[in-house]
């Protein structure tokens, strides 16, 4: 066995069943903010797009766990090391080089897409995600659920800690829920991950920044809401379109649209 099967063995090992640590109530509001591009790749090909976590440039922790945890997992593997094998002289080399195997699974082979749970539209995200001619999507829990395949492991909300302080003590112990931790500094996103793993049965949805999913889009879209800064021609545009590709979910316009005109 390789050093990329043994990685992946061991994510199997600890793959979580069904996610119960974050679990998602059924009847929460989910939303998806993306550029127009985003929104025509997703109608022409019937296909989400999850981004593997080394490719979210927005933190650079993406993935990886705290210092603090970071160096409990090398002791840990450095105790087993000495008391199990004959590495004891390069044991802290081993471990570490074993922890970082591990982060480049996780940051490598685990795709997310991203969602934030809110009731209601967020200013902020319209800003950082859409642009200004962008849309979002709704839908819930239940609608993502029904809609994505069995390619995809799960569903979770995202949990927000002090990385500076972060230790063992609490910390998850698989490896997807490495994928459901951020700082503490970006909880305004309230995000919720439906999560993949790429695999050699699944090279064939692979692509170079993550995977390419395929959905059903009438069960997964509620609403398209159009985003508060875009130019007046884009709701008929956005409409146009959709229909163009026979789909006609709700299409409406920001509520923020008054208060972005003030």
Not at 170 to 185: D, F, H, I, T, V
Request: with cysteine; charged share 20%.
């Amino acid at each position: 066995m390789n050093t990329s099967e043994r990685e992946h063995s061991s994510v199997e090992r600890m793959r979580p069943s069904p996610f119960d640590v974050a679990r998602v109530p059924p009847d929460t509001i989910l939303w998806r903010y993306v550029s127009v591009a985003k929104y025509l790749d997703m109608l022409a090909t019937s296909k989400l797009h999850y981004a593997a976590l080394q490719s979210l440039g927005d933190d650079s922790f993406e993935g990886h766990p705290p210092p603090l945890v970071k160096e409990s997992l090398i002791a840990q593997i450095v105790d087993h090391l000495s008391s199990s094998c004959d590495l004891e002289s390069n044991a802290v080399q081993h471990a570490t080089g074993q922890v970082r195997g591990l982060t480049a699974v996780i940051r490598n082979r685990i795709c997310a897409l991203c969602w934030c749970s809110q009731s209601h539209e967020s200013a902020a995200l319209w800003k950082i995600y859409s642009g200004d001619d962008g849309i979002a999507i709704r839908t819930t829990r239940t609608r993502l659920e029904d809609a994505i395949g069995s390619t995809v492991k799960g569903i979770g909300k995202v949990s927000y800690a002090d990385f500076r302080t972060a230790t063992m003590d609490g910390w998850p112990s698989n490896l997807y829920s490495y994928a459901l931790q951020k700082r503490r500094e970006y909880s305004y996103e309230c995000e919720v991950r439906a999560l993949a793993f790429k695999t050699e049965s699944n090279a064939h949805l692979q692509c170079p920044d993550g995977m390419k999913i395929p959905a059903d889009l009438v069960r997964l879209i509620d609403a398209v809401v159009i985003s508060p800064a875009a130019s007046s021609w884009l709701h008929s545009s956005i409409v146009d379109i959709t229909k163009k590709y026979n789909y006609q979910w709700p299409i409406q316009r920001s509520n923020l649209t008054e208060l972005h005109s003030a």
